[in-house]
């Protein structure tokens, strides 16, 4: 890959973590560009930052079509269009389809805001997280960014950072405090990721 690498971010909700995307793309932190965000829902705030941001928005729900396939089809046709090199997700709620994850097999990264391999899984996400957390004792939580396979929470882990769990901690404090450390580590680790490529595609 010659160019300045191209991301898509796929979204569900309120897209702080797109948000740092975008900052560190724009200061130079990250070198690569946002050109799509994909959104399963329609009244996402995140697609209200990406169209601040100048960047194009596609919404992309399983109903809008007569059948997965053609949805599948849809999807890889747009992300063609972009030109995509790397998927980031970004607080996306739903499974990407399995011509997706082939495709771009060790492109696609999620963020994940506990300590991997501990709290993942289906059904692990959002408050669920945080409350198991803070129910099993545990001292440390934080975010972990991985490379994302067939199975939930499963690739390889890139990145992670500690926070301290604190003895009167919420799930809503415990939040907060990871989701900073979410905007810290997520495009440190894209930007790995990406320059982990770089050499190994000089070498072969
Ligand atoms: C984050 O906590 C992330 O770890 C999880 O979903 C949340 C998304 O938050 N996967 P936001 O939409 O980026 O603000």
């Known amino acids: 890959m010659s160019h300045r690498p191209r991301i898509a971010v796929f979204i569900s909700g309120g897209g702080s973590n797109l948000q740092s995307l975008i900052d560190a793309s724009r200061d130079g932190r990250l070198k690569a560009d946002i050109v799509l965000v994909v959104s399963s ?8 930052r990406a169209a601040k941001a100048d960047i194009d928005t596609f919404v992309f729900r399983l109903k809008d079509y007569p059948d997965p396939e053609a949805a599948e089809t849809d999807l890889i046709e747009k992300l063609d269009a972009y030109d995509i ?3 980031a997700l970004a607080g996306y709620l739903k499974l990407l389809p399995a011509s997706v994850v082939k495709k771009y097999r060790n492109c696609i990264i999620n963020i994940h805001p506990a300590l991997l391999p501990k709290y993942g899984g289906q059904g692990m996400y959002g408050h669920f997280v945080h409350e198991a957390v803070i129910a099993s004792g545990d001292k440390v939580s934080g975010p972990t960014v991985h490379i994302v396979d067939e199975i939930y929470d499963n690739g390889r882990i890139l990145m992670q950072e500690e926070v301290p769990v604190m003895p009167d901690d919420t799930s809503e404090t415990l939040a907060a405090r990871v989701l900073e450390a979410e905007h810290r580590i997520y495009p440190q680790a894209l930007q790995k990721l990406i320059e982990e490529q770089q050499v190994r595609s000089r070498g072969s």
């Open 41 to 48: 829902k329609l009244k996402a705030f995140g697609l209200q």
């Open 85 to 87: 090199d790397y998927i």
